[in-house]
């Protein structure tokens, strides 16, 4: 059992940076692929970005290339997201989640095994 608890969200104007963080519990976590997901109140949950369990491989939706990071830091067990140039668009509550099946990185929410409770991110205009 894996257990995910984000943390960084808040409130900042468009343009702005936050950085959010991921810590799991479960020592298996450096094996683990790891994704962002986002949801926007009356909208689906989307992709936000994913990397694999070495952080060699990394990928990212077409709306954040560009403006977002991915990375982690298995010795801390750790994966975060740095966002810069936010815009008003991104405002969602953000979660992160650990998928122990797939070798590189995957788009598909369902894939994922283990989920955080999500922080918010708001940006103002």
């Known amino acids: 059992q894996v257990q995910l608890v984000e943390s960084g969200g808040g409130l900042v104007q468009a343009g702005g940076s936050l950085r959010l963080s991921c810590a799991a519990s479960?020592?298996?976590?450096?094996?683990?692929?790891m994704g962002w997901f986002r949801q926007a109140p009356g909208k689906e949950r989307e992709f936000v970005a994913a990397i694999s369990w070495s952080g060699g491989n990394t990928y990212y939706a077409d709306s954040v290339k560009g403006r977002f990071t991915i990375s982690r830091d298995n010795a801390k067990r750790t994966v975060y997201l740095q966002m810069n140039a936010l815009k008003p668009e991104d405002t969602a509550v953000y979660y992160c989640?650990?998928?122990?099946?797939?070798?590189?990185?995957?788009?598909?929410?369902?894939?994922?095994?283990?989920w955080g409770q999500g922080t918010q991110v708001t940006v103002s205009s």
């Open positions: 989640a650990a998928d122990q099946h797939t070798i590189g990185t995957t788009i598909v929410a369902d894939l994922y095994d283990y």
């Open positions: 479960g020592r298996a976590f450096s094996s683990y692929a």
